[in-house]
């Protein structure tokens, strides 16, 4: 196996990564109250500068974050204000977890290394390096819990709170979001239907709709309220409302994307215009409409928070984060945005997964990249 020479990037992170080892380990000797594992972490940073000379690899990068990551979470309870060389190991770790990163990505590329088993290691590392930096800069710069509380503060309360934030899932995610959703995307895609199928409705219909996907959602969502009271109905009207105008664009784009070849060869086997929509344009359009769901699973969310702030029962997720704000429970607050990220990226997620089995004979499926 060939050892690949670093990049112009690389070479300058591996330089920063060490110098900023080499300085961080002569303030933290100078000081001679720094935590031995950041020593190690440090002085094994300041041996990589010897890569100029010999070979190191990718995997003794990939060591020397999780050390010094280890190193940094250990040191933060010991001191009040954190001192110099922490902060330069902290950004020592960053340049060894960035340099890991790219030395994978170019191993992967040149099938040096398995892209099926180390593939997820990349984004699964990056989340993993938002949170661990977040842990680090609010707990070591003692920052306030009322403006950013820390990963394992919202972690804590996140499990001390599991039936609230389930109650607040079910009304918000499996009432609110999942009906409006449904009925949003279905009457979009019925009426692209009828508009494709009429001129006079594609003149009508379309300048109506995009009047509509343009009013802002906090001027309709206190309309709904009043026209479908408090409960999850009108949280469901406002996402319908939000979810029409993208799946009627996409699916109205799709049905042209058959070329005139394809109709004239279907005109020629005497098809109908049901049998051309369903054999042919609708699986042409299939790309487009999957566009759309995908679309809307985030902004059915989105529509169906905000629309809980303007009247709601004593439960749902923007009801609690529009509550919880003004008792200052801000780590509540994060635990309810994390619950709707990981349920809107899930969401998102299965729809993906059903487009990769629908459009199997699309491209952008068949290069792995649904």
Request: glycine share 8%; charged share 10%; net charge positive.
């Amino acid at each position: 196996m060939t050892r690949p020479t670093l990049s112009r990037l690389q070479q300058g992170l591996a330089l920063l990564a060490g110098l900023v080892c080499a300085l961080a380990l002569v303030l933290a000797l100078l000081s001679g109250d720094a935590p031995l594992p950041l020593l190690a972490f440090v002085g094994l940073g300041t041996l990589t500068l010897l890569r100029v000379r010999l070979p190191v690899p990718l995997w003794i990068d990939g060591l020397l974050m999780l050390l010094g990551a280890m190193a940094l979470l250990q040191a933060l309870p010991l001191f009040a204000t954190e001192p110099a060389y922490f902060w330069l190991a902290l950004v020592a770790c960053w340049a060894f977890a960035w340099l890991f990163v790219e030395r994978l990505s170019q191993a992967i590329r040149s099938r040096q290394v398995s892209g099926r088993v180390f593939g997820l290691v990349i984004p699964v590392l990056f989340g993993l390096a938002l949170l661990f930096v977040w842990e680090v800069v609010t707990r070591g710069a003692n920052v306030p819990q009322v403006l950013l509380p820390a990963p394992s503060q919202i972690w804590t309360r996140l499990l001390a709170s599991v039936p609230t934030l389930v109650a607040d899932f079910q009304q918000t995610f499996l009432k609110a979001v999942l009906a409006g959703y449904a009925m949003g995307c279905g009457a979009g895609f019925i009426v692209a239907i009828l508009v494709d199928r009429s001129p006079f409705l594609k003149r009508g219909l379309l300048p109506i709709g995009n009047f509509v996907s343009a009013l802002p959602v906090i001027g309709i969502a206190p309309i709904m309220v009043m026209w479908f009271g408090f409960d999850w109905q009108s949280k469901a009207a406002v996402v319908v409302a939000m979810t029409f105008f993208p799946m009627l664009v996409n699916t109205v784009a799709g049905l042209s994307q058959a070329s005139s070849i394809e109709r004239d060869l279907m005109r020629t086997y005497a098809a109908s215009y049901s049998q051309t929509l369903l054999k042919l344009r609708l699986p042409a359009a299939a790309p487009f409409i999957f566009n759309a769901l995908k679309i809307n699973s985030t902004l059915a969310l989105i529509g169906a928070i905000v629309a809980e702030f303007f009247g709601t029962p004593i439960v749902g997720m923007g009801f609690r984060i529009s509550t919880e704000v003004g008792k200052l429970n801000i780590d509540l607050v994060w635990a309810e945005i994390a619950v709707a990220a990981v349920a809107g990226s899930a969401f998102y997620g299965v729809i993906a997964l059903i487009e990769r089995a629908v459009t199997f004979w699309h491209p952008s499926v068949r290069g792995g990249r649904a």
